[in-house]
């Protein structure tokens, strides 16, 4: 089966600092996609980050990327120069290319930039 | 105007009352998601579409029906509406190939009284 574990319900972060927002995944598919998804107060969910499991290199669109280690099952995502509005909660989630195809997404985690 | 939208953008009901949530997308995708947030628990598949002839139950299906009206439109009902329905919604898009990463509707913040 499936699963999306993110450990960290809440993290706090320094503006303009680095935070790491962790996500490990449990899978029995070889191809599969890994996503980040935020999701502000205002409650909608906004696309960040896309990493395929045949990506050789770490997806990276602006200031987030996305550590992926494949051995270890983890999608970490990384936010550069952490800015106020990126307080948010943050969702991992993966895609089988198999099968179903669903989505299932990981509890989240709150991120709080701090002035 | 927004890709998806979905329709009421906020609802109170009362127990055993039939509902019904719309979802509607201009993005010309052929994949279409209902899913409920609850606090704590992240976002939880209830039903799927591939296409308008294709319907699918997620993880959490009971309590609730759908219907695929067109490829642009995907409805979710609860039947008889109970507390523990109270929750967020969401309707989601996405398209085949690519990244498959999916477009979210604004929500449906559904109570049940």
């Known amino acids: 089966a499936q699963k999306i574990t993110q450990t960290q319900p809440g993290m706090f972060v320094q503006e303009k600092e680095a935070v790491t927002l962790d996500c490990t995944y449990d899978?029995?598919?070889?191809?599969?996609?890994l996503f980040w998804y935020k999701q502000p107060s205002s409650g909608e969910m906004i696309f960040l980050i896309y990493?395929?499991?045949?990506?050789?290199q770490n997806a990276t669109e602006g200031r987030y990327s996305l550590n992926f280690q494949k051995a270890r099952k983890s999608a970490n995502l990384v936010i550069s120069a952490s800015q106020l509005g990126d307080s948010a909660m943050y969702f991992c989630?993966?895609?089988?290319?198999?099968?179903?195809?669903?989505?299932?997404f990981g509890t989240g985690t709150r991120l709080k930039v701090l002035a | 105007d927004a890709d998806v939208t979905q329709t009421p953008r906020n609802r109170i009901t009362k127990t055993g009352k039939r509902i019904m949530l719309e979802c509607s997308q201009t993005?010309?995708?052929?994949?279409m998601y209902w899913y409920r947030q609850d606090p704590g628990l992240g976002l939880r598949l209830i039903y799927y579409?591939?296409?308008?002839?294709?319907?699918n139950k997620g993880e959490i299906s009971d309590g609730y029906s759908v219907s695929r009206q067109a490829q642009a439109k995907f409805s979710l009902s609860l039947e008889s509406a109970i507390p523990n329905q109270t929750a967020l919604y969401f309707c989601?898009?996405?398209?085949?190939?690519?990244?498959?990463?999916?477009?979210f509707g604004p929500g449906t913040r559904l109570t049940v009284t």
């Open positions: 989601a898009t996405s398209q085949r190939g690519g990244t498959y990463e999916q477009y």
């Open positions: 899978t029995s598919d070889q191809s599969y996609g």
């Open positions: 990493q395929g499991s045949y990506d050789e």
């Open positions: 989630a993966m895609r089988a290319n198999s099968g179903t195809y669903k989505y299932i």
């Open positions: 993005k010309g995708h052929d994949r």
């Open positions: 579409s591939f296409d308008v002839k294709d319907i």
